[in-house]
């Protein structure tokens, strides 16, 4: 049943599932015969993040990072805060960070600054979801699941006012629900 607070079904979970397992063998390749740590973005990648290890076939290990950019409800200024760090030390590890969306590209663009400093082996970004035309700051990202306009989307991890997340589907948020000047 679709929820009344979809506009339209951008990506449906049949199409998710597909694409996370094309994603989990194509990281299982590029990274065979090494452990890749995977660092989930919280909250909205948790989903994603979850579903994609299944299809790894690869030793990997999983940590955290949380972050809070200031902007209004439906933009990111790019001024960051981390709120919750990594417990495990990347130096000399091949670091995959997995992201639900992309949008300016401001926060993941400071997030992997941050990173870097910490001296890993290698580090990549594999994100479930690019708006390409929002973009500010080019990020390299190495897995992408799927490009979609520039709609806000909720479902799989993705939320409005955090609500929405469970939804096996990214779809359209209605835009009568989005506050005006948000």
Do not use: H, W
């Amino acid at each position: 049943m679709l929820e009344p607070a979809v506009g339209e079904v951008l990506v449906s979970a049949d199409e998710l599932q597909r694409r996370v397992a094309e994603l989990g063998e194509e990281i299982s390749r590029d990274y065979a015969g090494r452990t890749l740590l995977l660092v989930g973005v919280l909250k909205g990648a948790v989903f994603f993040l979850s579903d994609l290890m299944r299809y790894i076939e690869i030793p990997v290990e999983v940590d955290f990072m949380a972050v809070a950019s200031y902007g209004s409800a439906t933009d990111s200024s790019g001024v960051v805060r981390i709120l919750k760090d990594l417990d495990i030390n990347i130096e000399g590890r091949d670091v995959l960070v997995v992201e639900d969306i992309i949008d300016s590209g401001l926060t993941l663009s400071y997030l992997m600054r941050n990173l870097e400093a910490r001296e890993p082996a290698s580090l990549e970004i594999c994100a479930l979801l690019t708006k390409p035309e929002r973009r500010e700051i080019e990020v390299p990202v190495r897995y992408v699941g799927f490009e979609i306009p520039n709609r806000f989307v909720i479902g799989y991890g993705l939320d409005f006012g955090e609500r929405y997340r469970n939804l096996p589907y990214v779809g359209v948020l209605d835009p009568s629900l989005i506050p005006e000047g948000a």
